[in-house]
């Protein structure tokens, strides 16, 4: 074997507001890599992973890949874990072709059109619509059906997308928008905001927020005493298990997107192997101690990335990206083929209703009873409590 490994580089939020998933993917990137190591490697070489903290600042994005590049000499890079991590990158990558497999921006791609770039959120080709068209399709079949929406987002660049696509589907299905507010970043305070919403009293609160901020509103709605029919949407947040353990029972009713979850039709090959580790090593590394959200994405991103070079038996940029193009990858989360702008060639979004829980004990989160899948029917667990306020009641 070679003395010199692999080098793969690239940037995760470690620190700052993301730093719980950024710790996640972090994680099972690891997992991986040893994996691939035990089994000798690739190409006759060993595997190194070379991860910098970009602490949840795009500011520090570019210099960080330039900095892999030009000085760390890296074979590859991967993309990081959001729009935050990903799309500040792409003027160098684009610049100098490389290969790019993402982990879970949302639309970076959409204007950029650039063909050596692959993500792995499974939002297919449209992505913005994608994310929340469950959450809209379900609301639509109410009876009686919701007629006026509030949007409840932050002031971020990974807000825009999901917006997007949540007044599409506002318009699509007849929902009014009577109020499109933002907050903050900083904003530590939500009860203010879900207060001005009290006098118009919407039936659907379309939510899109970080971790924190998603604790900071639920608590709000239930301080506040709103009453809409149905809450969620675009929360990043209630997928991750600390943030459960945090809410428990205030998540009861709530609706909100997931893209894996232990259900009987979601165990792929390797999948329960890979997660029981994972769940063994979490509390070291200070990530999310269930990992359900954002770990088997990022392991099968690097799936990904291995079945690319051990097809190919090369590590130019060109290569890889045709290889991606054209090849279907057998993951961890299931088949996975890319399609246009490099997202996957079809949607696999699930919608999740938060369910009977009566405690904060993550074991209470650790299958799918209190996380009942709702949308599509194909993978569904459960079916949705309706209207929010009876979902609440019921537990």
């Keep these: 074997m070679t003395e010199q490994p692999i080098r793969i580089g690239y940037c995760l939020s470690l620190t700052g507001p993301l730093a719980s998933n950024g710790k996640t993917a972090r994680l099972a990137h690891q997992i991986w890599e040893n994996d691939v190591n035990r089994k000798g490697g690739l190409l006759g070489r060993k595997l190194q992973m070379i991860c910098i903290d970009d602490e949840t600042d795009p500011k520090l994005v570019p210099e960080i890949y330039k900095r892999l590049l030009d000085d760390e000499r890296v074979d590859l890079v991967i993309g990081g874990y959001g729009d935050n991590s990903v799309a500040p990158a792409m003027p160098l990558i ?34 913005n619509e994608a994310l929340t068209e469950g959450f809209f ?42 109020s499109d507010a933002r907050y903050p970043l900083s904003a530590t305070n939500f009860a203010p905001f879900i207060r001005d919403l009290k006098p118009i009293n919407p039936d659907i609160l379309f939510l899109c927020s970080y971790l924190n901020d998603s604790v900071g509103l639920l608590r709000a709605i239930d301080q506040v005493g709103l009453d809409p029919k149905m809450v969620g949407g675009s929360m990043i947040g209630p997928q991750n298990g600390s943030i459960k353990a945090q809410l428990g029972p ?7 997107y997931e893209y894996w979850l232990p259900v009987p039709k979601m165990m792929y090959p390797g999948i329960a192997q890979m997660m ?16 359900y959200y954002v770990a088997p994405q990022a392991y099968a ?28 990858f057998k993951t961890i989360v299931g088949d996975v083929k890319f399609g246009k702008g490099g997202g996957w060639s079809e949607a696999r979004v699930l919608q999740v209703q938060y369910q009977n829980i009566k405690g904060a ?8 009873r209190t996380q009942a899948v709702v949308w599509p029917s194909s993978f569904a667990s459960g079916t949705l409590i309706y209207p929010y306020a009876k979902a609440k009641r019921n537990a």
């Design 250 to 256: 205030l998540l009861n009713g709530l609706v909100n």
């Design 94 to 127: 684009m610049e100098r072709k490389h290969y790019l497999v993402a982990l879970m921006a949302l639309a970076v791609n959409a204007s950029l059109g650039y063909a050596n770039y692959f993500v792995m959120i499974p939002t297919g080709p449209h992505p």
């Design 276 to 291: 029981a580790e994972y769940q063994s090593l979490a509390a070291n590394a200070g990530a999310d101690p269930l990992g």
């Design 361 to 368: 004990d993550l074991l209470d989160f650790k299958d799918a």
């Design 137 to 178: 399709e379900l609301a639509a079949k109410l009876s009686p059906k919701p007629g006026s929406m509030a949007i409840l987002a932050a002031d971020a660049l990974f807000s825009k997308g999901p917006v997007q696509g949540a007044k599409v589907h506002a318009d699509k299905h007849g929902f009014k928008v009577v």
């Design 301 to 328: 991103q690097m799936q990904v990335v291995e079945q690319a070079i051990a097809g190919t038996r090369s590590l130019d940029d060109a290569k890889l990206a045709q290889f991606t193009r054209d090849s279907l």
